[in-house]
């Protein structure tokens, strides 16, 4: 058994956890991050690829914006389309911002490359993560991260501080006693089938459809990459999705007047994602910190997940930073204890928008036999949106991406 200290230990090396351990090294706090995947399976990992606008000006910030806005789309909009016709939201016009389409793996990469290059201390492969020695206090004693190295040996890490950035399946949640966390969840009757295929995009922006077979979205990741996802059964086997069953799905809930078929080419990645929103509160126990998906999750078609994981540590950096490092007001906890709070807003608001585009896109009765009144008031719901400004406006000020908390509360924002 080896026993060392770390200031901050930091479960899970997503997007939440790598970020999170490169703003504390800016900040001169050293961080261990363990991770149950290898290196490998973590870049390749194929997620969503939606940077809010917020969050491209963070990355730029922290140094982490060459290769983004190298390979990175710019888009200033993106298209609905239901009644067989496609409509443009242009984000520039409506709010004056756009978003940034460029792949999560591609952000894990640049992240893992940066903390390397900095001399970070990043354990992959790592096995049995458990967290003890919680006893709910900032104040009280050190938890404790217990692990199985990749060399077999058994590490025990002392930390000042816990992050919990291991996803909603990771260990630190649960770590907490029983009755700690309030929980708040919604399933949804649909997963998404997700396909990354060879082939040009057929589109310059996002299309969002609303078909009578169930949403479509085709996105992109280059401009010989597309990413298009298909609403399907949540017990989908993707064995039973052949491309030539995909590509005849697509084309035809994507399908709007006037609009060439899209490109098709090979498919070179296949999967089904759950859908699901869920939120913990408070997002800490004592010295122990939740952020990312270990503390929220949300159906992908807001494309929020992402973000919201990078706006939490972007809150947490600042209050590590501020409890741990010196200069003046060094050593207060304030901002530690307003954490949770000061995520949550934002939180919930992510979490609205985002069911409100899942309710407003998927048919959630097509096992049933359909719902013609719920049809009728979704199709009213994007008729509004794309013939009002101010419900466009709506839609595209959140696609875009409030400010960070931490800059909202300087502008005067509401989240
Ligand atoms: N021990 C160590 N690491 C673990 C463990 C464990 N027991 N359990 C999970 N992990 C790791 C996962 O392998 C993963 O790499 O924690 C990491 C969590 O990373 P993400 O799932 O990418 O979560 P997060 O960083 O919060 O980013 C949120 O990811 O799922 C998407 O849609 C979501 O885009 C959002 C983003
Ligand atoms: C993606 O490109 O993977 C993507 C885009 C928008 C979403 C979800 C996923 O809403």
């Given at each position: 058994m080896r026993r060392t200290r770390?200031?901050?230990?930091?479960?899970?090396a997503g997007p939440a956890g790598l970020l999170l351990s490169h703003l504390l090294h800016l900040d001169g706090i050293e961080s261990v991050v363990l991770e149950a995947k290898s290196r490998d399976y973590v870049e390749k990992r194929v997620?969503?690829?939606?940077?809010?606008?917020?969050?491209?000006?963070?990355?730029?910030?922290?140094?982490?914006g060459d290769r983004l806005h190298r390979d990175g789309l710019r888009h200033t909009g993106i298209h609905l389309a239901f009644d067989g016709a496609r409509h443009h939201l242009d984000f520039e016009d409506l709010v004056g911002q756009g978003i940034t389409v460029y792949g999560q793996q591609e952000v894990v990469k640049d992240?893992?490359?940066?903390?390397?290059?900095?001399?970070?201390d990043l354990r992959f492969e790592v096995d049995d993560v458990t967290l003890t020695e919680l006893d709910g206090t900032l104040d009280g004693q050190r938890p404790v991260l217990t692990v199985t190295a990749a060399d077999g040996e058994v590490d025990e890490l002392e930390c000042d501080y816990v992050a919990g950035c291991d996803g909603f399946h990771g260990?630190?949640?649960t770590a907490a006693p029983h009755g700690v966390w309030h929980t708040f969840d919604r399933d949804y009757p649909f997963a998404w089938l997700g396909i990354l295929a060879e082939a040009p995009p057929s589109s310059t922006e996002l299309i969002y459809a609303y078909s009578p077979r169930g949403f479509a979205l085709h996105s992109m990741r280059s401009p010989s990459i597309t990413r298009n996802y298909l609403q399907v059964p949540p017990d989908t086997d993707v064995g039973d999705w052949p491309?030539?069953?995909?590509?005849?799905?697509?084309?035809?809930?994507?399908?709007?007047?006037?609009?060439?078929?899209l490109t098709e080419g090979p498919i070179v990645d296949k999967g089904v994602t759950p859908m699901r929103s869920f939120v913990t509160?408070?997002?800490?126990?004592?010295?122990?910190?939740?952020?990312g998906d270990a503390a929220h999750i949300v159906p992908p078609t807001g494309a929020k997940g992402m973000n919201l994981a990078i706006a939490d540590v972007w809150v947490l950096g600042r209050a590590l930073a501020h409890r741990l490092r010196g200069g003046p007001g060094a050593g207060s906890d304030e901002l530690l204890r307003a954490y949770s709070d000061t995520c949550l807003g934002r939180v919930w608001r992510a979490e609205h928008f985002s069911w409100f585009m899942t309710s407003m896109l998927h048919r959630f009765d097509l096992?049933?036999?359909?719902d013609p009144f719920q049809h009728q008031l979704q199709l009213s719901q994007l008729r509004y949106t794309a013939t009002s400004r101010a419900a466009a406006s709506s839609l595209a000020e959140n696609y875009v991406?409030?400010?960070?908390?931490?800059?909202?509360?300087?502008?005067?924002?509401?989240?």
């Open positions: 770390t200031q901050v230990g930091i479960v899970g997620r969503a690829g939606v940077l809010e606008s917020p969050t491209v000006q963070l990355l730029d910030e922290v140094g982490l992240l893992i490359a940066r903390r390397l290059d900095d001399g970070g260990p630190t949640r491309d030539e069953r995909i590509w005849s799905e697509l084309q035809y809930r994507l399908d709007a007047e006037g609009e060439p078929p509160e408070p997002m800490q126990y004592g010295r122990l910190f939740l952020a096992a049933d036999g359909g991406g409030l400010p960070l908390p931490s800059r909202s509360a300087a502008q005067g924002a509401a989240v």
